[in-house]
């Protein structure tokens, strides 16, 4: 009886230590996140800010302003996708949401294949639960993941107004082109401006 406890916390101990090491590898892959630097400005304007800096200032966004959605949302859901939504692009880099000359899809596919290695490196049980939050913000389809994309959109516009439009003025951005890129945030914040009742 001694022998068989020993030897199941034995190996429930190495299932542990397994596990808490693939979590902490992947804790230290998305440090790298810092190192991908965005082409928007702190608004500030002291410098350009990064990928992490920005998924925590939209994640944040979502606890506050999620009573403008315009619908029930799940809020911790939305974070999830919100923090996770650009680990891609520590393989994949950054692309300019103005780069004309972007190919989309190839963006995509190059985001996809990054974020199923970085996730890859969880136990398979989050692994899985963190791609179907990254593939839910990427396809679009539930009021969360539209939120979520909303927020991803507003974060920038508010930054070009504290910070006078460095990256339009930087990139010779429009005004034309910057109502268009960001219409999904007027249809996910229908009632943002409107008058609630409490």
């Known amino acids: 009886m001694t022998i068989s406890r020993d030897f199941n916390q034995d190996v429930y101990s190495q299932y542990i230590r397994s596990r808490l090491e693939k979590q902490i590898e ?13 082409q928007t400005s702190l608004m500030d304007g002291s410098r350009q800010e990064n990928d992490a800096e920005h998924s925590w200032h939209i994640a944040l966004m979502a606890l506050i302003l999620s009573e403008y959605t315009n619908e029930p949302i799940d809020v911790l859901n939305v974070i999830k996708m919100l923090l996770i939504h650009d680990l891609g ?29 970085i996730f890859g490196l969880l136990p398979e049980d989050q692994a899985e639960d963190f791609l179907h939050a990254w593939n839910e913000f990427e396809e679009q389809k539930t009021p969360e993941a539209k939120f979520a994309k909303a927020l991803d959109g507003l974060q920038p516009v508010l930054q070009g107004f504290f910070n006078k439009g460095w990256s339009w003025h930087t990139h010779h951005i429009q005004m034309e082109q910057v109502l268009k890129k960001k219409k999904p945030i007027r ?7 409107s008058s609630q009742e409490t």
């Open 187 to 193: 249809t996910a914040l229908s009632h943002c401006g």
């Open 26 to 38: 992947f804790i230290a892959e998305i440090d790298k996140a810092k190192r991908v630097i965005r």
């Open 89 to 117: 692009e520590i393989d994949a880099g950054d692309v300019f949401v103005y780069d004309k000359d972007a190919d989309l899809s190839e963006k995509h596919r190059r985001e996809q294949v990054a974020a199923s290695r």
